[in-house]
Nanobody
Framework: QVQLVESGGGLVQAGGSLRLSCAAS????????MGWVRQAPGKEREVVAA???????TYADSVKGRFAISRDNAKNTVFLQMNTLKPEDTAVYYC?????????????????WGQGTQVTVSS
């Protein structure tokens, strides 16, 4: 089992930045592929960024060049730096972990989930 706790969400104006953190505990963290998944009202969940245990990463087209995912295996933490935020980035952001080391591109590929943190971008 992996327990995940997100922090860092909030209200920000368009063009601003936020940094989300996810603290992991439980089974070995460094062997898990990790991701940030968001869900806006009325929309399906979307993997916006994912990172493998070696640090390889991938991003949704909608956030490329604006968001950056990173991980600190020594501290069992994964981060999502979000810059140049847009109103369409408004969503609940979930930290998610896979039961394997590779990147997951679909929400269904993730086995463990945090409780989510709200990000609201005002225009």
């Amino acid at each position: 089992q992996v327990q995940l706790v997100e922090s860092g969400g909030g209200l920000v104006q368009a063009g601003g930045s936020l940094r989300l953190s996810c603290a992991a505990s439980g089974r070995t963290f460094r062997s898990n592929g990790m991701g940030w998944v968001r869900q806006a009202p009325g929309k399906e969940r979307e993997v916006v960024a994912a990172i493998s245990w070696t640090g390889g990463s991938t991003y949704a087209d909608s956030v490329k060049g604006r968001f950056a995912i990173s991980r600190d295996n020594a501290k069992n933490t994964v981060f999502l730096q979000m810059n140049t935020l847009k109103p369409e980035d408004t969503a609940v952001y979930y930290c998610a972990a896979r039961g394997r080391s590779r990147i997951g591109s679909r929400p269904s590929e993730y086995d463990y989930w945090g409780q989510g943190t709200q990000v609201t971008v005002s225009s």
